[in-house]
């Protein structure tokens, strides 16, 4: 129905080594005694949260309840809420913040490891990852978290990405052209690859897209879910618009704070509590996903599903040999799709 429209979709989703007994192995509870005396020497932080909505908003709810777990650690932060998400990494920049959460589409700017957590295709379902983030909270992951200046202090899922269109019609790669697409304004990759399929990109923000969408400035917005009631697309897909049925990616948040403020095991706590959060940071995901009426959701044959895993595949591949995507977890991402389904083409024949 919707077949080769994934191509459209790719810049937007770009956006959006590790041994194999690795993912089999457990991470330990952390021990509040258990910290060196660098963690205890510094015991007051400010962490900056991105937050649409700001300091009422669901991702910042969630990090207040964070808050608490790191109090049993005798470790005291202040939060503090930032919409736009642009003026925040400026801000963890001039270490005006000792730590920021952010999409991991902007993480990628700080690590390209974990900046390819959302790789178009690559986290097909909210089982994958899970697997994929306890593998991250494993001590043996911590190497990897670290790049540069900065290190990754935690992971959260935020729910899958869609295709949100004003318009059902525009079902198909053909039909994409000339249409308006929302891309990022710090990307060029997505600009580009916008108009190699004849659509016309349109530089945004993560505030100014879903704006842009529901005036009608452009035709097709990927995001996830929970953005449905958050910023109101239902005015973007009235009357004859629709989401396609189609995850094309695990959104990711992703705590970014400076190395030289964090020890590496209070690094790796952070990392670990972030993991026991996991099914509660998805409960909040559900409660908004849940907003979204059965009316709007456009359909995808099953018989098509291979053909745009294929599509993703090698949109992956191309978007690392440009360097985009860190070839290391498209690897570790395709061994955990084939733990959980051995019988995919891909297994007998890994290229990732």
């Known amino acids: 129905m919707i077949h080769r429209w ?6 937007l989703l770009a956006l959006l080594g590790l041994p194999p007994a690795l993912m089999a192995q457990q991470s330990e509870e952390p021990a509040p005694g258990a910290v060196t005396k660098a963690f205890q020497e510094r015991r007051h932080l400010t962490i900056c949260i991105w937050d649409l ?6 991702i910042f709810s969630v990090a207040q309840d964070q808050k608490a777990r790191f109090l049993e650690y005798g470790l005291n932060i202040d939060l503090e809420p930032y919409t736009n998400e642009r003026v925040m990494v400026e801000a963890l920049k001039a270490r005006q913040c000792d730590a920021a959460l952010m999409t991991g589409m902007r993480a990628r700017l700080f690590n390209k490891y974990t900046g390819t957590i959302d790789s178009i295709g690559g986290v097909p379902s909210e089982e994958h990852m899970r697997i994929l983030l306890e593998v991250l909270a494993n001590p043996k992951s911590a190497p990897r978290m670290v790049e540069g200046d900065y290190v990754i202090l935690g992971i959260a899922p935020a729910g899958a990405a869609y295709i949100f269109v004003n318009d059902k019609r525009i079902n198909t790669l053909a039909k994409a052209a000339g249409k308006k697409v929302a891309v990022l304004d710090y990307d060029p990759t ?39 009631q958050i910023m109101e697309l239902y005015k973007g897909m009235t009357p004859d618009g629709g989401i396609i049925d189609y995850p094309l990616a695990q959104i990711s948040l992703q705590l970014v704070g400076h190395k030289d403020r964090f020890p590496a095991d209070m690094a790796q706590i952070s990392r670990e509590l972030f993991f026991e959060g996991y099914r509660k940071m998805m409960d909040r995901v559900h409660l908004e996903s849940r907003q979204v009426q059965d009316h709007w959701w456009v359909p995808i044959p099953d018989r098509d599903k291979q053909d745009y895993e294929v599509m993703m595949r090698d949109a992956r591949l191309q978007l690392r040999e440009q360097g985009y995507y860190d070839g290391d977890m498209l690897n570790l991402q395709q061994r955990i799709r084939c733990k959980l389904d051995a019988r995919r083409a891909e297994c007998a024949n890994p290229v990732e």
Request: aromatic fraction near 6%.
């Open 53 to 58: 909505v700001g300091r009422n908003g669901p």
């Open 6 to 11: 994934l191509y459209t979709a790719l810049p």
């Open 190 to 228: 997505q600009a580009e690859m916008v108009a190699q399929v004849g659509a016309s990109p349109v530089p945004s923000d993560l505030v100014s897209a879903p704006n842009k969408f529901n005036n009608g400035v452009v035709d097709v917005l990927a995001a996830p879910l929970a953005a449905y």
